[in-house]
């Protein structure tokens, strides 16, 4: 069966405390390009009538409202960091106008510290209140999402072992410093990936713009998007520098991938 035409919309581009970054009044903080104004990290992605989100971040209220999000099918959890998962409580409009509990994929780990700091919405002892009405679900291997695989991406975050995911020919990396060989074997054949880039300087936990350059290279990729970018790269000056087949993510980014 053919694989079914995607959108991928970039929600945010942004590092985990977002550019502008907060008290900050350097050159891409107070930039008036747009493109340098980058919430905290995410992706929709949309086929065949549903929208599957990857990460609910803090700002994803402002997000969905931004991006007119009307209904959500799924939402994919990479990790149980802040800037990826403290806008869970957001779905609750979906909720509303939609039936049935919204599924939540994520490692058993990632889903503890959902249930952790969102107990409300696991106990079932709020049910007839205004909580999220979640079907929480641990991957454990690649899941099948209305029609298209999702294949998780075991990628190191620093010490942390965090999931990234191929869905078709496409592919979302967000935070990490390596991606085991093991898992670069799943990522043959790609037409489109996202990869973290945080800045130029080397970090122990996030890959920066020199090495997410050379994991494309490895790889052969036709697109590559690089994102979870902090306020050290300008967008029309670092994109200025980068070979044509690598773009920087900005917010309201659509691609489709066919
Ligand atoms: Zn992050
Ligand atoms: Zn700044
Ligand atoms: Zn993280």
Redesign the pocket.
Known sequence: MPLPLRKITVLGSGT?VGVPTIGCHCAVCTSADPRDNRLRPSILIAYQGRNVLIDTTPDFRTQALRARIDRLDAVVYT?A?A??MMGFDDVRPFNFHQSGDLPIYAASGTMASLRRCFSYAFDGVERNTNVPHIDPRIIEGPFDLFGLEFVPIPIL?GPQT?LGFRFGNAAYL??HSEIPDSSMEFLRGLDVIFLDALRYKPHP?HSTVERSIKTVEALGVRRAFFTHICHDLGHERAESMLPPHIRLAYDGLEITVE
């Open positions: 985990s990790h960091h800037d990826h975050h965090i967000t935070d936990t």
